[in-house]
């Protein structure tokens, strides 16, 4: 029997399983930050439009537009950001105001219509205000950093939501492009490759960026500043862009240029060991800032007033490890301090200097009733991700591990490690399983007593 058009068969009902809307989670819940990211989508693409001009010392006007693409996982009557001190003027999503509200850094988004589950929509949020010199709860400086000349941004581990609105989960990986207008005669530094030249108009310049390999948020960085700006390549073909501070001390100046003019030899002899290099370009953002760190962000490392050979090295090895493979949570953050520590006593023992062995040795040492050895190296609190125990331990725990599997087995795990997951995240327990599967130990022993308890070890 036909049915006029719409008519439904009596008792017919649609079925609900991923179709009824409900709002997606409000954080990702990883312990030590609570209240950072989201679920119920997967961010894939963020275009910042970033219009910047410094007041002072300690502050500047931002003025911004994000355009971000996303892919619901289920089917969403709401969404969560995270966006910290800054306003929001307007939200749409595919193309239709919805409404939010913006409380305590979460920002909540209500589409007109629902999200459906597995289907992309675009988001664009326009925002800005007055930026500041935002600290993170150990009081170090990080985000969006203003300087007198323009800002430094370094936003590890949760610091990228001061100047844009993001998932804020490392798991959460995606695609960047960035346009940074600024007044003329500035530079703006961000990710990956320029997209064309510079344009400038009625006093302000354009600069645009993309980076083409999936990036977690803390990675992500545009510096502005009165840098002076280079690019080389390496015998590869690898561009290597470097902006350097013109307000730089010329000691510090003449530093840095010798470490960083070693950055294409350090990618060779990292990519031999490591896999070849996995972005498509490299280089530094050295800022005469007083942050007082330097930052691995992805493809081109930020560092505060001088880049030193050793330092150079340990962010270069962060681009495998670190950016390719991400903490899954960030008790996990000595699998990229760790590696990068290690790296740099590779690169000095190749260059001449003190052993891998020696520099181990020297870690070991450290007396036993020395509050070092207290720090729980997959477990440091969110107060201790950057204790001296997750470089320095982080980094004897990888030359025991050499020791215990053998150079062999460990040549395979520093290759295999950023090659299983890459542009994603790994964790402690993560990579125990693949230098068991690697080497064809049981391991559990050995990380119990290296990375899991707060003693000195002395048997494993």
Request: with cysteine; glycine share 8%; proline share 7%.
């Amino acid at each position: 029997m036909l049915r006029p058009r719409g008519q439904r068969r009596p008792g017919h009902r649609l079925p609900l399983t991923g179709l009824r809307p409900s709002p997606g989670g409000t954080c990702a819940g990883d312990p030590y930050f609570p209240v950072m990211g989201a679920t119920g989508y997967d961010a894939l693409t963020y275009h910042l439009y970033l219009d910047y001009t410094p007041v002072d010392a300690s502050s500047g006007t931002l003025d911004a537009t994000s355009t971000m693409t996303l892919r619901a996982t289920e089917t969403l009557s709401s969404f969560n950001l995270d966006l910290r001190g800054l306003d929001v003027a307007s939200v749409r999503v595919n193309g239709l105001r919805a409404t939010y509200t913006h409380t305590d850094g979460e920002l909540t988004v209500t589409p007109r219509l629902p999200l459906l589950a597995h289907l992309p929509a675009v988001v664009t949020i326009d925002y800005g205000g007055t930026t500041g010199r935002p600290t993170d709860i150990e009081g170090s400086l990080y985000g969006w950093v203003s300087t007198s000349d323009g800002a430094m941004v370094v936003n590890e581990p949760d610091g990228a939501p001061t100047w844009f609105p993001v998932n804020d989960d490392p798991n959460d990986k995606a695609i960047y492009t960035f346009s940074i207008t600024v007044p003329e005669g500035k530079a703006a530094i961000a990710n990956g490759l320029p997209i064309g030249k510079p344009r400038t108009r009625d006093g302000r310049t354009t600069y645009r960026w993309f980076e083409p390999s999936p990036m977690a948020s803390y990675l992500t960085t545009a510096s502005v500043g009165d840098f002076d700006v280079t690019t080389t390549k390496t015998v590869d073909g690898l561009p290597i862009i470097n902006a350097i501070d013109r307000d730089v001390t010329p000691a510090n100046r003449t530093i840095s240029d010798a470490a960083l003019a070693k950055q294409a030899d350090m990618i060779a002899f990292f990519s031999d060991h490591f896999g070849p290099y996995p972005f498509t370009s490299a280089g530094a953002i050295v800022d005469d800032d007083n942050v007082g760190y330097a930052l691995e962000t992805q493809s081109r490392a930020v560092y505060s007033r001088v880049a030193r050979e050793g330092t150079v090295a340990h962010e270069i090895a962060h681009q495998w490890y670190g950016n390719t493979v991400s903490p899954h949570r960030w008790a996990d953050i000595w699998l990229n301090e760790g590696f990068a520590t290690f790296a740099a006593w590779m690169w000095a023992e190749q260059t001449g200097g003190q052993t891998v062995a020696t520099s181990a040795a020297a870690v070991y040492a450290t007396p036993a009733t020395s509050p070092f050895w207290s720090t729980i190296v997959a477990d440091p609190g969110p107060t201790g991700l950057f204790a001296s125990a997750i470089y320095n331990r982080g980094a004897l725990t990888l030359y025991e591990l050499q020791q215990e599997i053998g150079a062999q087995d460990f040549a395979t795990l520093l290759k295999a490690w950023p090659k299983k997951h890459r542009y994603a995240t790994g964790s402690t327990s993560d990579f125990i399983a693949l230098a068991e599967r690697i080497s064809g130990q049981d391991l559990g022993a050995f990380f119990d007593a290296w990375v899991y308890t707060g003693t000195k070890p002395t048997t494993w």
